[in-house]
Structures are given as structure tokens and as C-alpha cells.
């Protein structure tokens, strides 16, 4: 089984005032059959995380955000959606862990932000199974992300978390890892006193003690929604970006390669 956690209980404050939660804000546009209509910012992970295998999406939330149950419901595609609440705001590792008891050892999780948009939408699939790995992408301003220097052989060295003296431009937008490993974190995260905003400065801990990851450059475009300038980015990218095959016309392709490899399998 394949978890996306999708930690969207931030207040959102770069962007307020709106009357939604801003996992909802409409970016771009998506068909339905034939009929077109706005797509919310969320959906573009969502997706791209259906696309990269996750079988199950947990929405981590905060208690006044009905409206993100009441767009998604309890499906996405071929995918569950089920949800638990943050009770408040204190950083992407305490909002990520407050899926844990939802995550069996085995299994593998995908972590994304809701308020970016990036490319290519199956980026996903190269992240390996069964280890710690960072879903790189190049971007101008490392400083204003988390950038992520690793050796020639691609082992993560360092997480520079909005460091004005970033030694690389590649950051991370997404990364995954096995349930094991995610316990392993929590473990480490409490042990640490939960003084860990940022997954960047347990994960330099994590290293330092012996830890591993791995740093992926399969990412080409990169935009955090999250500001009225990145808004714009977005907007912009997505216009540019070559219409190929769309991530809501790949899930269903999904679902029915999932059925046939089932089929197989039962006729092993």
C-alpha cells in the first residue's frame, strides 16, 4: 500500500484574505467529460500522487476545514481519501506525523505540499520503494526553499533550509519513504523534544546519526502557490507547459492497469 499525506492545516497566511481554505484556491482549469471547470491547487498533488502509486490519500487538517472534506469526500480517482485533524498549526513534521497511526510499517508514504504546482506530473515514479528519497527540482532562489546538496552519487548530504548560502539550486518538492522509516522520524522527532519545524533539520539529525537518503533530479519546474507572485508563476507555467496527456485523463488509465495486474495475479 502506497500513502500520500497531504499536510494542509496551514492558515494560509501569505495569501488571506479568502473565504476558502487555500488547498481550494482555483488554479488553471480541468474537464469533466466536456464540460470545463476550476481546479483547486491541492488537486495538482493529488494527482501527481495517484500518478506515483498512492492508493490511499490522507488529508492532514485543521478542525475548520470542512470544506476540504466537502470537495474531496471519501474518493479521488481510483484512490481512498480519509482525513485527520491537526488540532493546530506547529510545522510540516507535527502535521505529517498525525498520520502515522494510519501507517503500516510496510508500507510506503509520499509527502507533497498542497500549495505547489510542479512538472513533470509523474515525477513521482522515480522515487525508489523502500528507502528516504527527495523528488529534486531546479529552481533561481534556493534560499526561499529547502535545498538539498547531495554527493555524485546523489546521496543527500545536507537539507539547507532557507539558507541565504544554499550550496545547491536543486530543492526537494516532494519525498517519500517506507512506514519504518516515517516511525523512525517520529521517534527521533520526539526524542528531539518535537523542536523540529522543519522536516529539512530532523532529517540533517536523521543523517547524522547514521541515517540515509537519496536525492532524485527528476523534477523540471517547480512553483510555490502560496503568495499572489506565485500565484502569478503558476498561472504562467501553466500555460506554457506542453499539453500532453493530463494527470485527471492519466487516473483512470491507473485504475485499469491496477485491475489487469490484479487479474494477473490471481491467475498466478
Not at 547531495?150 to 517506507?178: C, H, Y
Amino acid at each position: 500500500m502506497i500513502w500520500g499525506i497531504v499536510p494542509a492545516a496551514g492558515a494560509g497566511s501569505r495569501i488571506q484574505p479568502l473565504a476558502f481554505s487555500k488547498e481550494l484556491l482555483p488554479v488553471g482549469s480541468r474537464f469533466d467529460g466536456r464540460v470545463e471547470r476550476p481546479r483547486a491547487v491541492s488537486e495538482y498533488l493529488v494527482e501527481r500522487m495517484i500518478i506515483g502509486g498512492a492508493t490511499h490519500i490522507c488529508f492532514v487538517v485543521s478542525p475548520g476545514k470542512s470544506d476540504i472534506l466537502e470537495y474531496y469526500g471519501g474518493a479521488m480517482g481510483p484512490a481512498h481519501v480519509c482525513y485527520t485533524v491537526q488540532p493546530k498549526p506547529a510545522g510540516l513534521c507535527d502535521s505529517i506525523f498525525h498520520a502515522l497511526p494510519l501507517v503500516h510499517p510496510e508500507d510506503d508514504v509520499i509527502v507533497g505540499l498542497p500549495d505547489t504546482i510542479w512538472f513533470p506530473d509523474d515525477a513521482l515514479r522515480a522515487l525508489p520503494a523502500g528507502e528516504l528519497s527527495f523528488l529534486l527540482f531546479p529552481v533561481e532562489r534556493p534560499e526561499l526553499f529547502d535545498a538539498v546538496a547531495t554527493t555524485s552519487e546523489g546521496l543527500v548530504e545536507e537539507i539547507q533550509v532557507k539558507s541565504p548560502d544554499a550550496r545547491s539550486n536543486w530543492i526537494w518538492g516532494a519525498f517519500k519513504m517506507p512506514g519504518h522509516t516515517l516511525r523512525d522520524l517520529h521517534t527521533l522527532w520526539l526524542e528531539r523534544k518535537r523542536q523540529d519545524e522543519y522536516i529539512g533539520t530532523l532529517v540533517n539529525e536523521y543523517l547524522r546519526r547514521g541515517g540515509r537518503a537519496v536525492g532524485i533530479r527528476a523534477g523540471s519546474a517547480y512553483v510555490d502557490v502560496g503568495t499572489l507572485h506565485g500565484y502569478r508563476e503558476a498561472m504562467h507555467l501553466l500555460t506554457r507547459t506542453p499539453a500532453n496527456k493530463s494527470a485527471a485523463e492519466l487516473i483512470p488509465q491507473i485504475a485499469l492497469d491496477r485491475v489487469r495486474a490484479e487479474h494477473l495475479n490471481l491467475g498466478a
